[in-house]
């Protein structure tokens, strides 16, 4: 139901776009999120978009992170620029809390 890609190697400085496609009902009614969970470390909420487009950030990526959202093709964009060795990590999007089944996620690896 949730298919996240865009992940790979990336120096540190550069950015990545992340898409997920979200094959659910009724996608617009739901607030939807990116998180990501490092080797080791609990999975972080990094990101959300309401139903009305309104964005919200944790403060470990503010100002460096955009997420979006485009109701008509189902698809959450995450995009990632002044990317940090901290930012490594495996990126899922689901509607907080995780409403629907996770899907496998796309692996973004920082280089320094």
């Known amino acids: 139901q949730l298919q996240a890609s865009g992940g790979g190697l990336v120096q540190a400085g550069g950015s990545l776009r992340l898409s997920c496609k979200a094959s659910?009902?009724?996608?617009?009614?739901?607030?939807m999120g990116w998180y990501r969970q490092a080797p080791g470390k609990q999975r972080e909420l990094v990101a959300t978009?309401?139903?009305?487009?309104?964005?919200n950030y944790a403060n470990s990526v503010k100002g460096r992170v955009t997420i979006s959202r485009d109701n008509a093709k189902n698809m959450v964009y995450l995009q990632m620029d002044s990317l940090e060795p901290e930012d490594t990590a495996l990126y899922y999007c689901?509607?907080?809390?995780?409403?629907?089944?996770w899907g496998q996620g796309t692996e973004v690896t920082v280089s320094s």
């Open positions: 689901n509607a907080p809390p995780g409403i629907f089944p």
């Open positions: 659910v009902s009724r996608f617009s009614d739901y607030q």
């Open positions: 978009v309401a139903a009305n487009e309104s964005p």
